[in-house]
């Protein structure tokens, strides 16, 4: 059974930083591109970045480039998202998903940036 | 930037056909994804590369693409497919699009 569980989401004020990881089970983690996708209180999925299946190829949406880094780790089925500089307009339900044709979702973790 | 256009809501009776439009320049030529999403859950695929869907959707979900609209059909409505509905294509091969999502109410 594929799992994706996310953590890390916290309040943060703005300007600040945060770490987001998602545990990977359940299916053979460097076989796939990983992706990022957001989804604020109330409003609809926004996609935020991909990596492929090796790590050496990172995409983001303009909304996030240059304050945000996704990564991986194989060895440990885990993906992350740095998110720098933070914004109020980036609180919201932060998911990671699976593949190409993002097939399984975890729940989300959530990210709050309020003074 | 490629956009995705759905409608805010669309209403069905119960046991009748839904069908929920996802409109975008020539997204025949790009493969589309459905997701389900009930209030308090993550998304669910319920269809993908345009007209597949994953072991465990019901039959009665089905999805069809072409010239500037994809199209999610729902057939015999039920209670529990109140939702909201998401459709998605790769704008590029590095960037995702989804598009606004519509509510589903089941009358």
């Known amino acids: 059974e594929v799992q994706l569980v996310e953590s890390g989401g916290v309040v943060v004020q703005p300007g600040g930083s945060l770490r987001l990881s998602c545990a990977a089970s359940g299916f053979t983690f460097d076989d796939y591109t990983m992706h990022w996708v957001r989804q604020a209180p109330g409003k609809g999925l926004e996609w935020v970045s991909l990596i492929s299946w090796d790590g050496d190829s990172a995409n983001y949406a303009d909304s996030v480039k240059g304050r945000f880094t996704i990564s991986r780790d194989n060895s440990k089925n885990s993906l992350y998202l740095q998110m720098n500089s933070l914004r109020t307009e980036d609180t919201a339900l932060y998911y990671c998903?699976?593949?190409?044709?993002?097939?399984?979702w975890g729940q989300g973790t959530l990210v709050t940036v309020s003074s | 930037s490629y956009e995705l256009t759905q409608p805010l809501s669309v209403s069905v009776a119960l046991g009748q056909t839904a069908r929920v439009a996802c409109g975008g320049s020539n997204i025949g030529s790009k493969n589309v994804q459905w997701y389900q999403q009930k209030p308090g859950q993550a998304p669910v695929l319920v269809i993908y590369r345009d007209s597949n869907r994953p072991s465990a959707i019901p039959e009665r979900f089905s999805g069809s693409n072409s010239g500037n609209t994809a199209t999610l059909t729902i057939s015999r409505a039920q209670a529990g497919d109140e939702a909201d509905y998401y459709c998605q294509v790769w704008a590029s091969t590095t960037h995702v699009v989804f598009g606004g999502g519509t509510k589903l109410t089941v009358l």
């Open positions: 998903v699976k593949g190409g044709d993002l097939d399984y």
